[in-house]
């Protein structure tokens, strides 16, 4: 008998890295946002991060359907993917709300979360995507100027945007239709 033939009916059905296609693009849209916010507020760190907070927290209330229904690869406990979803909400709080990081520390946090997220589901783009996201968030506190952070959160942005093109194309190789389960 081959190795974990009996399990595979125990398990369900699984679904498939390339259905974050969606979320990832979602998190690229934060940031978009994010620069019309580093414009708009002028260095108002206690709005940034607002904005950041509440952002993240419409966007799950948004993918989660779209989850349900696409499931990802979900290589990791149930357990680890709500601990990171806590942590990462709580970080992003957190962060913005220490006035040495403008307001930006959610978006180093959100980096973060995007690359540990991508180390769960063993998808590299999503975490190559998180980390330079988390890395030009490092880069928009340290430069402290509204028009930098602008072409930063545009950089971030276009990042993830990349790595949401790269998991949908990833799906289409590997037969799935657009947001088809496996």
């Avoid at 414009?39 to 509440?54: I, M, N, S």
């Avoid at 995007?114 to 998180?130: D, K, N, P, Q, S």
């Avoid at 996201?133 to 509204?146: C, E, F, H, R």
């Avoid at 028009?147 to 190789?173: E, H």
Wanted: proline share 4%.
């Amino acid at each position: 008998m081959a190795a974990g033939a009996g399990t595979a009916g125990t398990r369900g059905p699984r679904g498939h890295v390339s259905h974050n296609w969606l979320p990832v693009a979602g998190v690229g849209s934060l940031f978009l946002g994010g620069a019309a916010a580093a414009l708009v507020f002028e260095g108002d760190t206690g709005r940034t991060a607002v904005y950041f907070v509440v952002a993240t927290l419409v966007l799950i209330l948004l993918t989660t359907p779209w989850l349900l229904r696409h499931p990802p690869a979900l290589h990791a406990g149930a357990g680890a993917y709500l601990v990171l979803g806590v942590v990462v909400e709580l970080g992003a709080l957190l962060g913005g709300a220490v006035e040495a990081f403008r307001g930006l520390g959610a978006w180093v946090v959100l980096g973060i979360g995007v690359a540990v997220y991508g180390y769960l589901e063993r998808g590299r783009v999503m975490i190559t995507a998180g980390a330079g996201t988390a890395l030009l968030g490092v880069g928009a506190i340290v430069t402290a100027a509204p028009w930098p952070t602008l072409v930063l959160a545009l950089a971030s942005a276009a990042l993830l945007v990349f790595a949401a093109w790269r998991l949908r194309l990833l799906g289409m190789q590997a037969g799935l239709p657009a947001g088809a389960g496996r």
